[in-house]
T-cell receptor, first 113, second 113 residues
Framework: EPEVTQTPSHQVTQMGQEVILRCVPI?????FYWYRQILGQKVEFLVS????????KSEIFDDQFSVERPDGSNFTLKIRSTKLEDSAMYFC???????????FGPGTRLTVL | QKEVEQDPGPLSVPEGAIVSLNCTYS??????FMWYRQYSRKGPELLMY????GNKEDGRFTAQVDKSSKYISLFIRDSQPSDSATYLC?????????????FGRGTQLTVWP
């Protein structure tokens, strides 16, 4: 069964460093998302992406964040200058037509020291 | 944000019990309703997806939506220890082209043998 994959599974970085989180969505999906989950809190929407551009972003997704689909298979989230409060699980998701049935990857645990 | 409310539990039941999980929401514009299962430190796994009011059954799982009360439920019949996980409700708006999901906090369920 096709699935969303994410790398790395765990990323440790120093405050102020740049990190890139990578995702490979399900191959025939067209809509891509990033969510995050701070320990003990709700899963929160960050951004949605379609047709090579951002469709919607939340208030969390400020200028420190960017997304890119560098090729036909990968979808990346970049955080330019990490803060302690960026420590969270970051989930990539994808969906086919309609956009409502979203399938999540296993997540990347980001720890900012 | 209090758009989607979900009792975090924990909920502990014996094997074979019927489990009832619930969420309430405040925004009547939500039209699509989902239940995800999340094992510890894993990504959310889509269990059930429903549109508008009514019931939907899939094996031991039944999802119920009552839009008049802004209340959704997930019932698990003949619960098994393997059902032990956190259950997240999620919903999105009609007309949202890319279906940004709003999640509840999740209910932690333990089914003991």
């Amino acid at each position: 069964e096709p699935e969303v994959t994410q790398t790395p599974s765990h990323q440790v970085t120093q405050m102020g460093q740049e990190v890139i989180l990578r995702c490979v969505p399900i191959s025939n999906h067209l809509y891509f998302y990033w969510y995050r989950q701070i320990l003990g809190q709700k899963v929160e929407f960050l951004v949605s992406f379609y047709n090579n551009e951002i469709s919607e972003k939340s208030e969390i997704f400020d200028d420190q964040f960017s997304v890119e689909r560098p090729d036909g298979s990968n979808f990346t989230l970049k955080i330019r200058s990490t803060k302690l409060e960026d420590s969270a699980m970051y989930f990539c998701a994808s969906s086919g037509t309609g956009g409502n049935e979203q399938f999540f990857g296993p997540g990347t645990r980001l720890t900012v020291l | 944000q209090k758009e989607v409310e979900q009792d975090p539990g924990p909920l502990s039941v014996p094997e074979g019990a019927i489990v009832s999980l619930n969420c309430t929401y405040s925004n009547s514009a939500f039209q699509y309703f989902m239940w995800y299962r999340q094992y510890s430190r894993k990504g959310p796994e889509l269990l059930m997806y429903t549109y508008s009011s009514g019931n939907k059954e899939d094996g031991r799982f039944t999802a119920q939506v009552d839009k008049s009360s802004k209340y959704i439920s997930l019932f698990i019949r003949d619960s098994q220890p393997s059902d032990s996980a956190t259950y997240l409700c999620a919903m999105s708006f009609r007309g949202s082209t890319l279906g940004r999901l709003y999640f509840g906090r999740g209910t932690q369920l333990t089914v003991w043998p």
